[in-house]
């Protein structure tokens, strides 16, 4: 057996199809979807993506599940807002931002002196009330309420902060509301830097004791090579003793801003340390989420650490 086709297969099938079905009982499970399972290709909030989204979601609600949303694509609707309103042509997300995740400070399409970090928060600020009017029309058509919480990584270091936002989400969850949570880009920019939404998810899924982690993004998984680029890559059907070789060909094949696949990797890593089941898949697959909730194959499984030691 080569090197890859160890990697493909490391994880023993009956234990993945037993984390499968676990997986799929989940009662609390936060989705995170990334900017490109939300944007065009000009950086602009895609409201089809977003409805398919919201949808998606609401199969986990229909099934009596508590869903929490992390969602990013604040800055590209804000780039699409502020062109159709204001004419400003802030140019696509990686021309602001720049395309090793760090400020560009030579972008030539910027409309204004603001160093690019800070237009980038100022881009989230318009592009933020605008995602959040889109989610909240289309979590509309099916009378689900959604509630908007801002967080920054010091929030969740601080006891007395993380507190409150355990209350606040406990309480929503409670009243069936679904939480839409981002990073308030106003006042902390790690991750307009290292677009580092997956590890804030990470952090807020072991944090509120949910039972799966689904990061969603714009391939149907993790590969073995980039598969934009590479007509080889194959896809990664689950990880668990096998994560540092998979972490290793990571290495070689990510090269991507805003943190990109190594990112949701690692955060989909630790929350499996902490006992919990993650699933990195694609957008947009048809049904996605009720695939992983009726247990099928789909993207990449991460195996909770103790399923592995435990047999
Ligand atoms: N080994 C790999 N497996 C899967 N995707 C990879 C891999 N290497 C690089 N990528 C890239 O990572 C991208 C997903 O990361 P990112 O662009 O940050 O998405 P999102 O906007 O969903 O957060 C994919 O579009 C893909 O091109
Ligand atoms: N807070 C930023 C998200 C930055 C980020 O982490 O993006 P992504 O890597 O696409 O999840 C926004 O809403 O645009």
Known sequence: ??????????????IAKSVRERAAAAERVLVKAGTNSLTDEDSRLDRVKLDKLVADVMDLRERGKEVVLVSSGAVGAGIGRLDRMNGVKAGTREEVIGADGAADSDSHRRDTDAEPIAQSQALSTVGQSHLMRHYTQSFERFDQTVAQILLTGQDLDTPERFRNFQNTIETLLAWDVVP?????????????????????????????????????????GVYTGNPKYDPDATLIEAVGDNYDAVQRLIDESATDAFGGIRTKVEGAHDVSVHGIPAVIAGSGTSNVLERIATAKPTGTLFVPTSEETDD
């Open 1 to 14: 057996m080569s090197d890859v086709d160890a990697l493909i297969g490391g994880v023993d099938p009956e």
């Open 180 to 220: 839409i949570i981002n990073e308030n880009d106003a006042v902390a920019v790690d991750e307009l830097q290292i677009g580092d939404n997956d590890m804030l998810s990470a952090s807020i899924a072991t944090g509120i004791g949910v039972d799966l982690l689904v990061t969603l993004t714009d391939v149907d």
